[in-house]
């Protein structure tokens, strides 16, 4: 498992054992799981985001900790909410890591999750132009998240 799987799964637990909300200190983290500051910095940045559903506020200095919140709100909200994130375009990394984080907010049952990476795979999209993969694969990922919406 690469280490920011490590770092991700670790804050995951930390909200669920704390109601979906975490205080960390950086340094501290990064000392428990043997990397560096920055691999905190990155992985928060990247899935841990208002647009995955959370809500992050940092404090500089001694002392210093980073809060993490996970926003509560209903089934049908929080699809809404990813689907409007989504935009234009959707690279088979970000889509990964959205249903990822899907999964673990039980917002989809895995069979979903499989089909709908399945269907947004570069396998699925191979006959289609690279330049116009990632606005494809944005298009149906709306529209199948829509589809379990209603």
Excluded: W
Excluded at 10 to 37: F, H, K, T, W
Excluded at 64 to 91: C, E, F, P, Q, W
Aim: net charge positive.
């Amino acid at each position: 498992m690469r280490m920011s799987d490590l770092v991700a799964q670790y804050i995951m637990e930390m909200l669920e054992r704390q109601d979906g909300s975490a205080e960390i200190q950086r340094n501290e983290l990064a000392g428990n799981l043997g990397c560096v500051p920055s691999q905190i910095n990155y992985v928060i940045t990247s899935r841990f985001t208002p647009e995955q559903g959370y809500i992050v506020e940092s404090r500089r200095g001694g002392g210093g900790y980073i809060r993490i919140s996970r926003v509560k709100m209903d089934k049908g909200t929080a699809l809404m909410h990813i689907i409007n994130s989504v935009g234009d375009s959707l690279d088979k990394s970000a889509a990964e890591v959205m249903l990822r984080n899907m999964l673990q907010r039980r917002l989809l049952e895995m069979s979903a999750a499989k089909l709908i990476a399945a269907a947004l795979s570069d396998r699925t999209l191979r006959q289609v132009e690279q330049d116009k993969r990632d606005a494809l694969r944005a298009d149906l990922f709306k529209n199948m998240l829509l589809t379990l919406n209603s």
